[in-house]
């Protein structure tokens, strides 16, 4: 046999092997063929097809096992079984930039799956050498890389259990449970992050304007599990390039970079403080009223947990005129889910003194968010955070003008609490006590009709408690038909 008839039997012997693996690349597009690549063992023959000679077969197969293990999580953790991911990781590190795409692909596709196998791409040493392909030449590179960072980043950053330690607006009740009140929490068991992934100093902005939509969302995905994970992220020196994406024309850059900044703020108040200093709060306000719809809740959701936290920080929010700006989304989003972020942070806001309260009252958010409770078209959940925001706003309102209205317009569970404002304020206040007569404010009290001993009839006793008994008779029901009866029985005296 001659020395070419030798070759042509190993070019078709590669040949057969090309073809093998990109029609299984193929199949694995289909979601008909998945069991039937399964079943028929294609996870350990793509294996050895991942240490091939040949470069194009290689990529193909690492190509082939992404998609297999996107699928289910059956498959991605089959991938883990064969040993593959150590492979994955060395090649990473040593193969051209067309199989570093594919190696990122498949880490991606097995870690987005769940916490376990998360740990396992964590476990055999990828998070190094991911970081490190952030900075390769080749933008294809940096952006699989930062999706799959992103991906294992989202399972509480590759550990077994997750804790959450805030809880999201439209979930939660007024005020939400924020870290600093959760120190307690146990079991959390999180993964070792390569110090470079936090420390790239002045590069990390580079990084985060070369791929702004990945960075942004794994550095988001990172920061949410834990106060240390957050700080380590801030101290990358994130700040000011992510109050920069803010202002991006692309809405997806502008979503990320407020879901960052809020997973940093909502942790505990020294961290929504570092937010406010360097220019966060004003930042996303402007980017609120830049956009529309989803961009915006990210940002709304933010300023609810800043104000969450403490007055002061509540008050820088109202310095930074982000009360208009939400008692705007509350009244021109469409979406109820959007509306009822913006009713819990103005409640947050306007729930810690009477300055925070007519802060918002001024803006006269009040009627909106209780036409928005009583309104059968509004959610559950809309309502719910909009009685929610009323009472936490009204039991610290102390600015009459924006409070009169609710007398003729409120439901019981919250005329209660409007009367209670009334009975606080008007036994100090002269000028007040005469508006309240003059305006019909005492009249309309006297038609309320409240439970004999009940809360409300004492709210009703203080208010009458204020004023001249004959005055209190005067603006009473009735009281005009008793004149009359008297106008009828009375007889003049005849001279």
């Not at 009472?391 to 409007?418: G, R």
Request: aromatic residues 6%.
């Amino acid at each position: 046999m001659s020395q070419r008839q030798v070759l042509k039997v190993f070019e078709q012997y590669q040949k057969a092997r090309t073809e093998f693996v990109q029609m299984v690349a193929e199949l694995a597009t289909r979601p008909q063929n998945i069991q039937t690549l399964q079943n028929a063992g294609v996870i350990s023959l793509l294996r050895t097809l991942l240490l091939d000679v040949v470069p194009t077969i290689q990529q193909t197969a690492a190509l082939a096992l992404g998609r297999l293990a996107n699928y289910n999580d059956d498959l991605a953790e089959a991938v883990v079984k064969c040993d593959i991911l150590p492979q994955l990781v060395y090649s990473l590190a040593e193969q051209n930039c067309f199989y570093k795409k594919a190696a990122a692909f498949v880490l991606r596709a097995v870690g987005k799956h769940s916490p376990q196998l998360a740990q396992a791409i964590v476990d055999c040493g990828a998070l190094d050498t991911l970081v490190i392909c952030l900075e390769d030449f080749d933008p294809g590179v940096k952006e699989a890389a930062a999706w799959a960072l992103r991906y294992i980043a989202r399972h509480n950053a590759g550990s077994l259990y997750v804790s959450h330690a805030g809880l999201e607006p439209l979930d939660a009740s007024s005020p939400p449970t924020l870290a600093s009140q959760s120190a307690g929490t146990t079991g959390v068991r999180h993964c070792a992050w390569p110090t470079d992934f936090f420390y790239f100093g002045s590069a990390i902005a580079k990084i985060i304007l070369e791929l702004p939509h990945q960075i942004l969302s794994a550095l988001s995905q990172v920061s949410k599990h834990s106060v240390d994970l957050a700080e380590m992220v801030v101290e990358a020196e994130i700040f000011p390039v992510v109050l920069t994406c803010l202002k991006d024309k692309d809405e997806y850059v502008k979503e990320n970079a407020s879901t960052l900044i809020r997973e940093i703020a909502k942790h505990t108040p020294e961290l929504s403080q570092l937010v406010v200093n360097a220019g966060g709060v004003a930042a996303v306000i402007d980017c609120i009223g830049s956009c529309k719809g989803n961009t915006r809740l990210p940002g709304i959701m933010m300023l609810g947990y800043v104000a969450a936290h403490s007055e002061n920080l509540a008050m820088a929010v109202i310095i930074s005129k982000g009360v208009p700006q939400l008692s705007v989304c509350l009244s021109e989003e469409p979406e109820d889910h959007i509306k009822a972020a913006a009713a819990w942070a103005l409640g947050q806001i306007g729930r810690h003194t009477p300055e925070h309260a007519r802060a918002v009252a001024v803006t006269n958010t009040l009627p909106v968010l209780l036409s928005l409770y009583m309104s059968t078209e509004s959610s559950e959940d809309l309502q719910v955070k909009s009685k929610k925001a009323i009472k936490s706003i009204l039991q610290k309102c102390t600015y009459l003008p924006a409070l009169e209205p609710f007398l003729y317009d409120a439901p019981p569970n919250i005329l209660k609490h409007v009367v209670g404002q009334f009975s606080k304020v008007l036994p100090h206040d002269s000028k007040a006590r005469r508006l309240f007569v003059t305006s019909g404010g005492l009249k309309k009290v006297q038609e309320i009709k409240a439970e004999p001993g009940s809360l409300l009839q004492e709210y009703i006793n203080s208010i009458n408690n204020c004023y001249p008994e004959e005055i209190v008779r005067y603006y009473s029901p009735g009281y005009s038909d008793t004149l009359l009866q008297r106008v009828d029985s009375y007889q003049p005296l005849n001279n």
